[in-house]
C-alpha cells in the first residue's frame, strides 16, 4: 500500500520564480491539505482540498495556490516567490470518513535564491 | 487567534525511564487531538490520535486527554534512544490541523 507522495523531493528556484510541488495521496484517501513548516517551527496550514473544491484556507497571500484533479492527487503552486517561502512544505492525505486522521508525505524542501 | 502550546526544551530522559510530553490549546470547541513524531530532516509521523477524556494507550505510548483542562499529554514508557525525535502536538479545529512548536525529547544511553 502505497503511502503519500510528494515530488520533488528538494528544489532550488530565484526570488520572484514560480514553483509547483505535486503530491499524491495515501491510497483510499480523497482529502489533500498542504502544510508549510519553516525550521524549528509547526507545520502552518496553507489549505485543504477536497472533491477538487478548496474548501478551508489559512492565513496565506494569494500567491499560494492549488489544486485538485479527479484522482484527489493535488498541485500547490507559488508566484512571485520570496526569500521567505524557503521552508519544508509537506502534503498530508486523509479519508473523508473516518476522523481526518491526516498522513504526510516526505515533503517538499524549498529554497528560495 | 487558535493557538496550541507546548515546551520546546529540550526534555532530556534517561534510556528506560517515562518520558512525559504536555499540551495546551484554546480552541474548545476541537474534538480531535494527534501526536506526531519528527525526525530531524524529515516528515511528521502520526503515533497517537484521541478524541475522548481519558487515556488511550498503544504500546509503549499513552495518549491523554482532558478537554475541560484543554490539555493533552503523551507518555512514552520504557524510554528508548530511538525515541529522540520532535514530539509535534495537533489540535483539529474545522478542517485544519493547528500545530504546536514541537518538543525535543532526547533519551540519553
Known amino acids: 500500500d502505497a503511502g503519500v507522495t510528494q515530488s520533488p523531493t528538494h528544489l532550488i528556484k530565484t526570488r520572484g520564480q514560480q514553483v509547483t510541488l505535486r503530491c499524491s495521496p495515501k491510497?483510499?484517501?480523497?482529502?489533500v491539505s498542504w502544510y508549510q513548516q519553516a525550521l524549528g517551527q509547526g507545520p502552518q496550514f496553507i489549505f485543504q482540498?477536497?472533491?477538487?473544491?478548496?474548501?478551508q484556507r489559512g492565513n496565506f497571500p494569494d500567491r499560494f495556490s492549488g489544486h485538485q484533479f479527479p484522482n484527489y492527487s493535488s498541485e500547490l503552486n507559488v508566484n512571485a516567490l520570496l526569500l521567505g517561502d524557503s521552508a519544508l512544505y509537506l502534503c498530508?492525505?486523509?479519508?473523508?470518513?473516518?476522523?481526518?486522521?491526516?498522513?504526510f508525505g516526505p515533503g517538499t524542501r524549498l529554497t528560495v535564491t | 487567534q487558535k493557538e496550541v502550546e507546548q515546551n520546546s526544551g529540550p526534555l532530556s530522559v534517561p534510556e528506560g525511564a517515562i518520558a512525559s510530553l504536555n499540551c495546551t490549546y484554546s480552541?474548545?470547541?476541537?474534538?480531535?487531538f494527534f501526536w506526531y513524531r519528527q525526525y530531524s530532516g524529515k516528515s511528521p509521523e502520526l503515533i497517537m490520535s484521541?478524541?475522548s477524556n481519558g487515556d488511550k494507550e498503544d504500546g509503549r505510548f499513552t495518549a491523554q486527554l482532558n478537554k475541560a483542562s484543554q490539555y493533552v499529554s503523551l507518555l512514552i514508557r520504557d524510554s528508548q534512544p530511538s525515541d529522540s525525535a520532535t514530539y509535534l502536538c495537533?489540535?483539529?479545529?474545522?478542517?485544519?490541523?493547528?500545530w504546536g512548536a514541537g518538543t525535543k525529547l532526547i533519551i540519553k544511553p
Open positions: 484521541i478524541y
Open positions: 498530508a492525505s486523509s479519508w473523508e470518513g473516518y476522523r481526518n486522521e491526516q498522513y
Open positions: 495537533a489540535v483539529k479545529s474545522n478542517y485544519q490541523l493547528i
Open positions: 480552541d474548545r470547541g476541537s474534538q480531535s
Open positions: 482540498y477536497y472533491e477538487e473544491e478548496e474548501r
Open positions: 491510497s483510499g484517501h480523497d482529502t
